[in-house]
């Protein structure tokens, strides 16, 4: 009986696992097609840029917040703040390890302030931050070597065909 057990432990477990690991005929060729393919879609896969999302996203949703909080119009400005805010996201999920992903930081804190100003619907806190945030893009901008892409607060309303 004592005989049996160890030949089962020592040959027929080990053979019954390795046959169970082995994959049906074709199985891996298989798999390595499916990986490639994803592979390949995912070397294709649409990454916006940084200039993209900072032309699409962030300037004007920068814009469109100032002429909501000149409204005052808090609901629709912090949709904005929040429009905006994704952009930033976006950098850093899409360009992970750039100078711009590592220089995103600095603009948190005022991006808070403004949803603190937003929620208190308090204008001249509003008016102060949004013109620090500006401040801070043009110093990422500095700090990113894109220095000659000057921000300024807006000083007239831009899109005609939307109310605020
Ligand atoms: C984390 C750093 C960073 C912050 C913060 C930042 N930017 Fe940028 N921005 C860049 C970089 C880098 C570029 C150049 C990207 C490129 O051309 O590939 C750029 C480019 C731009 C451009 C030029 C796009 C074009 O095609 O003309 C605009 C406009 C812009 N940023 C607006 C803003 C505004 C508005 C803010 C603040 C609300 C802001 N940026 C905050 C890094 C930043």
Known sequence: MKRLSIIVILFIL??????????PAGGNKALQARVDSLQSKLDSAYVPGTGEIMNGIVQPHHYKL????QQQNWKLAEYERHQLSGGFKRIRKYHK???EAAALAMIYPEMDALEKAIKQKDAAAFKNHFALLTNTCNTCHQAT????????????????????
């Not at 100032?66 to 909080?69: M, P, Q």
């Not at 070597?145 to 605020?164: G, H, L, W």
């Open 97 to 99: 390890n750039t100078p």
């Open 14 to 23: 080990p053979a019954a696992f390795l046959a169970s690991c082995e994959q």
């Open 66 to 69: 100032w002429l909501a909080g």
């Open 145 to 164: 070597k894109y220095e000659f892409n000057v921000i300024t607060v807006p000083s007239a309303p831009n899109f005609d065909n939307q109310r605020f």
